[in-house]
């Protein structure tokens, strides 16, 4: 009964304070101007996402130390330091260096105080087992990877936001699923506040969410299993299930992040440099509106979010649906650029 009243509650102190920044941001001038690469063509407010790190953060904070009394602060200060860098590369813009050192050094310290994937579960497969070094080389890939592919994905109007609430509800409902109370909870202040954010960055967009908000809400996704599997340590056989149900609920994401990164790759291409590649981008430049493009990428996270919830739910018959499911949204996104961009030339 409490969260029936909390995650309202977490919506309507988002939207508040979204707005306050917002006028605030127009006061002090803080607006990310249009360039060459950008997909807005007006001075827009930026770090909007600011707001929900430190309401999700704060609620976090409260939950862990005095309910749950399972705090972690390996995560709340990579979490931090992330938000910090990412603030002062929206004001000031910080070297690629000092970025990927700090998300570099919040990702050890969630691996070394929480813990990394031992053994994941692989439909088809079962459980693989890896050693220490493994495991944990794969959990800092995992966290930085994510932490910034986020930040890559947020490049239009609501689809950072929109990815995170159906992130975030899939969450909620695989904590409650495999009995993880504190990523039920978690998961559940990120989807809302990300709400509150999303009523006013759907197109037209009237703040942007800024690296502050995009590498926040990246390295917290990525660090859910690992926070869900510190919880459940006892419950080998449903920790088994975390790692994979973490890509795929942020799966498209994933996806069009690799897909593009190794195509840019063999293409010769300078994969460090910004660049309008990506496959959301593709779209938009083909016609699609940031609303179809962000509307389309969410739906197809909705449906990836059923089908997680029905192979943990029945972890036999649907393995097949999840796996054919995620190459097939895949392929068919590949598909549909494909003829929008035939259909404009």
């Known amino acids: 009964m409490f969260k029936f009243f909390l995650f309202p509650t977490i919506f309507l102190l988002s939207y508040c304070g979204v707005e306050w920044f917002r006028r605030w941001s127009l006061r002090r001038k803080l607006f990310d101007v249009p360039n060459e690469r950008s997909s807005h063509t007006m001075p827009t407010p930026l770090g909007g996402g600011l707001i929900i790190v430190l309401i999700s953060l704060a609620a976090y904070t409260l939950h862990a130390v005095f309910i749950a009394e399972n705090f972690a602060w390996a995560y709340v200060l990579g979490a931090i330091l992330i938000a910090l860098v990412s603030w002062l590369d929206d004001l000031y813009t910080v070297s690629i260096v000092w970025r990927f050192s700090v998300h570099a050094f919040a990702a050890i310290l969630v691996i070394k105080y929480i813990g990394y994937f031992d053994e994941t579960y692989i439909p088809f497969l079962q459980a693989m087992s890896q050693g220490k070094i493994v495991g944990a080389a794969i959990t800092f890939l995992w966290l930085v990877w994510m932490t910034n592919a986020y930040n890559f994905m947020d490049g239009i109007d609501g689809i950072a936001a929109a990815q995170a609430v159906t992130a975030g509800i899939g969450w909620l409902l695989v904590g409650n699923l495999l009995g993880s109370t504190s990523a039920e909870f978690y998961s559940g202040v990120l989807a809302f506040s990300c709400l509150g954010f999303l009523m006013q960055n759907w197109q037209p967009a009237r703040i942007f969410m800024g690296d502050v908000g995009s590498a926040f809400l990246g390295f917290s996704f990525a660090a859910l299993p690992l926070l869900a599997g510190k919880e459940m340590s006892a419950a080998l056989e449903n920790r088994r299930f975390l790692p994979f149900a973490a890509v795929a609920l942020v799966w498209l994401f994933v996806f069009d992040t690799i897909y593009t990164f190794f195509r840019r790759a063999a293409n010769?291409?300078?994969?460090?440099?910004?660049?309008?590649?990506?496959?959301?981008?593709?779209?938009?430049?083909?016609?699609?509106?940031?609303?179809?493009?962000?509307?389309?990428?969410?739906?197809?996270?909705?449906?990836?979010?059923?089908?997680?919830?029905?192979?943990?739910?029945?972890?036999?018959?649907?393995?097949?649906?999840?796996?054919?499911?995620?190459?097939?949204?895949?392929?068919?996104?590949?598909?549909?650029?494909?003829?929008?961009?035939?259909k404009k030339r």
């Open 268 to 342: 010769g291409e300078k994969v460090w440099e910004a660049h309008r590649g990506h496959l959301y981008q593709k779209f938009v430049a083909a016609g699609f509106s940031h609303r179809l493009t962000a509307g389309l990428y969410g739906l197809i996270s909705v449906l990836t979010v059923l089908a997680t919830i029905l192979w943990i739910s029945w972890r036999g018959a649907w393995q097949p649906l999840l796996i054919f499911l995620l190459g097939f949204q895949s392929v068919s996104l590949l598909i549909v650029l494909s003829i929008v961009q035939k």
